[in-house]
């Protein structure tokens, strides 16, 4: 059977999936948490990528699909703004207020008095919900941990999150995503420009931009195609086995990375469609994977503040449970909710701006019709 023949209806497994990702990339940053930054992570000997290094890639793969597919069956812009960011926004910005007026004052080493005045403390809401930085710090907040004044690392991803969506709305609304030959082209030149950095120079390892755009480009490029090409692709365990086997002969070449990408890509998507019955129960349960991700590290660092001789699995046994609980209360209280409004905010974006075109016309035929004197 070919891909086509299993999309179109939400019955699948990409809420299991982010959700075993999400807990991947807590499970990976407790070494660093409990014994510094610089500490060796899960997978990173392995394969030469951590473990949360591979979760992101997941995400990423995961959404250049489901974008793609929200792209090519609505095919309207409006829509797509309000549904984007009314899934990334709210919830960081709920995430970043318990980060600054709750987590902070209990964590922090200075007094009440100097935290609150530092500016940091009123910033860091608007700068980091906004996407406008990702690393800023809070005065004192975690000062004393191994991985010290890092306050919620995860949240950087966001951003390339943010223009990946940017990115392939663009190429639709160029017409390059509705036509197979014409996104062919894109993702030829992609590719191109990909090998070229990667295997020609060394760009990605001096300049981290160009390695998170060649990284991210990628794996948002590979989810789109599958979705893409879904009709020429056919689901087999048999092709899943030989991409693993052709990713390990491909470890030491160039190719590594790319090849890893399209593997975990092609694994992703069987395992998102083929097994069924009793596994799918689990949508059931909502999706609490930008709640793991968003609150995840921040849990871990306030856990070994109060409790600094844990060690890793100690500490990811103590913080699953309370992750978990934040993730469901953020998905129930405040991402669905948020979502269901999007239809609205689209009305309301397509209103201000017709109204803001019909505006700059007048004040233009206005402006002609003016006589010189």
């Given at each position: 059977?070919?891909?086509?023949?299993?999309?179109?209806?939400?019955?699948?497994?990409?809420?299991?999936?982010?959700?075993?990702?999400?807990?991947?990339?807590?499970?990976?940053?407790?070494?660093?948490v409990?014994?510094?930054i610089?500490?060796?992570?899960?997978?990173?000997?392995?394969?030469?990528?951590?473990?949360?290094?591979?979760?992101?890639?997941?995400?990423?793969?995961?959404?250049?699909?489901?974008?793609?597919?929200?792209?090519?069956?609505?095919?309207?812009?409006?829509?797509?703004?309000?549904?984007?960011?009314l899934?990334?926004?709210?919830?960081?910005?709920?995430a970043t207020?318990?980060?600054?007026?709750?987590?902070?004052?209990?964590?922090?080493?200075?007094?009440?008095?100097?935290?609150?005045?530092?500016w940091?403390t009123?910033?860091?809401?608007?700068?980091?919900?906004?996407?406008?930085?990702?690393?800023?710090?809070?005065?004192?907040?975690?000062?004393?941990?191994?991985?010290?004044?890092?306050?919620?690392?995860?949240?950087?991803?966001?951003r390339?999150?943010?223009?990946?969506?940017?990115?392939?709305?663009?190429?639709?609304?160029?017409?390059?995503?509705?036509?197979?030959?014409?996104?062919?082209?894109?993702?030829?030149g992609?590719?191109?420009v990909?090998?070229?950095?990667?295997?020609?120079?060394?760009?990605?390892?001096?300049?981290?931009?160009?390695?998170?755009?060649?990284?991210?480009?990628?794996?948002?490029?590979?989810?789109?195609?599958?979705?893409v090409?879904?009709?020429?692709?056919?689901?087999?365990?048999?092709?899943?086995?030989?991409?693993?086997?052709?990713?390990?002969?491909?470890?030491?070449?160039?190719?590594?990375?790319?090849?890893?990408?399209?593997?975990?890509?092609?694994?992703?998507?069987?395992?998102?469609?083929?097994?069924?019955?009793f596994?799918?129960?689990?949508?059931l349960?909502?999706?609490?994977?930008?709640?793991?991700?968003?609150?995840?590290?921040?849990?871990?660092?306030?856990?070994?503040?109060?409790?600094?001789?844990?060690?890793?699995?100690?500490?990811?046994?103590?913080?699953?449970?309370?992750?978990?609980?934040?993730?469901?209360?953020?998905?129930?209280?405040?991402?669905?909710?948020?979502?269901?409004?999007?239809?609205?905010?689209?009305?309301w974006?397509?209103?201000?701006?017709?109204?803001?075109?019909k505006?700059?016309?007048?004040?233009?035929?206005?402006?002609?019709?003016?006589?010189i004197?």
């Open positions: 059977m070919r891909l086509s023949a299993y999309i179109g209806t939400r019955d699948n497994n990409f809420n299991l999936l982010r959700f075993l990702a999400a807990t991947a990339v807590v499970v990976t940053h407790a070494n660093p409990v014994l510094g610089d500490a060796i992570e899960p997978l990173q000997v392995e394969t030469g990528y951590t473990l949360g290094h591979l979760a992101v890639n997941v995400f990423f793969i995961i959404s250049g699909f489901l974008i793609a597919k929200s792209l090519l069956s609505d095919n309207d812009i409006f829509d797509f703004v309000a549904a984007r960011g899934r990334l926004i709210p919830g960081l910005l709920m207020i318990v980060t600054a007026f709750v987590i902070g004052p209990m964590v922090t080493t200075v007094t009440m008095g100097a935290y609150f005045t530092d940091r009123w910033l860091y809401v608007p700068l980091t919900a906004g996407l406008v930085l990702d690393n800023l710090g809070l005065y004192g907040v975690f000062a004393t941990v191994p991985s010290q004044s890092e306050i919620n690392t995860p949240l950087w991803t966001l390339w999150e943010a223009m990946a969506y940017v990115g392939l709305a663009i190429v639709s609304l160029l017409g390059l995503l509705a036509s197979r030959w014409k996104f062919a082209l894109v993702a030829v992609f590719l191109g990909y090998g070229a950095v990667t295997g020609l120079t060394d760009l990605r390892e001096q300049f981290g931009a160009i390695d998170h755009l060649a990284r991210f480009g990628l794996c948002f490029l590979v989810g789109a195609a599958f979705y090409y879904r009709d020429a692709i056919p689901v087999s365990i048999l092709l899943v086995v030989s991409l693993w086997i052709a990713v390990y002969f491909a470890s030491a070449t160039p190719a590594y990375q790319a090849l890893l990408v399209v593997a975990m890509a092609y694994t992703i998507f069987w395992l998102a469609f083929v097994p069924s019955g596994i799918r129960d689990f949508n349960l909502g999706d609490a994977s930008y709640g793991i991700y968003i609150y995840g590290f921040l849990i871990q660092q306030t856990a070994i503040f109060l409790m600094p001789s844990l060690t890793p699995l100690g500490l990811f046994i103590v913080v699953l449970p309370i992750v978990l609980t934040i993730a469901y209360l953020s998905f129930y209280l405040v991402e669905k909710p948020v979502l269901s409004q999007r239809y609205k905010l689209s009305a974006l397509r209103w201000r701006i017709l109204a803001i075109a505006h700059r016309q007048s004040v233009t035929a206005g402006t002609q019709a003016t006589p004197v």
